[in-house]
């Protein structure tokens, strides 16, 4: 991949095209392709127009995403903004000093709870982390957090489930 790479940037072009271009790379490899590719993106300006099955390349790479289903685009807009549509819930992981019942947060659902542990699953235009976070200290007191967002994988399933279709996902990183 590294060589079909240097082969394209040859010509020092506008635009690259890429098809899978992580397909078959070690973790180190991918990593080092998608650093290489962002900066091609964001120093020198090259439009790097790619095609992916592997969503993490999308969101590591691209700011616009075009969702195919069988010839035809039924999504096109920003990663952010397609996450904000279709992620749903987030789920607010929370440690607590010692372990309890599971906890009563309006606006939340505990969906899981493991010894100290509680996830509280809540509603990303309705709520926001803060302000349950807030709820829970109220309640108890918070030794750790972490937040859980909807993975990109399950979006484009949802996106795609709606379509009733299944297809290939094209993204563009961001213009220079």
């Given at each position: 991949?590294?060589?079909?790479?240097?082969?394209?940037?040859?010509?020092?072009?506008?635009?690259?095209?890429?098809?899978?271009?992580?397909?078959?790379?070690?973790?180190?490899?991918?990593?080092?392709?998608?650093?290489f590719?962002?900066?091609?993106?964001?120093?020198?300006?090259?439009?790097?127009?790619?095609?992916?099955?592997?969503?993490?390349?999308?969101?590591?790479?691209?700011?616009?995403?075009?969702i195919?289903?069988?010839?035809?685009?039924?999504?096109?807009?920003?990663?952010?903004?397609?996450?904000?549509?279709?992620?749903?819930?987030?789920?607010?992981?929370?440690?607590?000093?010692?372990?309890?019942?599971?906890?009563?947060?309006?606006?939340?659902?505990?969906?899981?709870?493991?010894?100290?542990?509680?996830?509280?699953?809540?509603?990303?235009?309705?709520?926001?982390?803060?302000?349950?976070?807030?709820q829970?200290?109220?309640?108890?007191?918070?030794?750790?957090?972490?937040?859980?967002?909807?993975?990109?994988?399950?979006?484009?399933?949802?996106?795609?489930?709606?379509?009733?279709?299944?297809?290939?996902?094209?993204?563009?990183?961001?213009?220079?």
């Amino acid at each position: 991949m590294r060589g079909e790479l240097a082969a394209a940037l040859l010509h020092d072009p506008e635009m690259l095209f890429l098809d899978e271009p992580t397909i078959g790379l070690d973790l180190v490899s991918k990593d080092a392709v998608r650093r290489f590719l962002s900066s091609l993106n964001r120093e020198q300006g090259v439009t790097v127009l790619l095609t992916t099955h592997d969503l993490v390349d999308v969101e590591r790479l691209s700011d616009r995403l075009l969702i195919v289903d069988r010839g035809r685009v039924i999504e096109d807009s920003t990663v952010a903004d397609i996450k904000a549509r279709h992620g749903g819930s987030r789920t607010l992981v929370v440690e607590l000093e010692d372990e309890r019942p599971p906890l009563s947060v309006p606006g939340a659902e505990v969906v899981r709870t493991e010894g100290r542990r509680q996830w509280l699953a809540f509603s990303r235009g309705d709520h926001t982390a803060a302000a349950i976070l807030a709820q829970v200290a109220n309640q108890a007191p918070v030794r750790d957090l972490a937040i859980e967002e909807t993975a990109i994988e399950e979006i484009v399933g949802r996106i795609y489930a709606s379509a009733q279709g299944s297809s290939t996902v094209t993204s563009m990183p961001p213009s220079a």
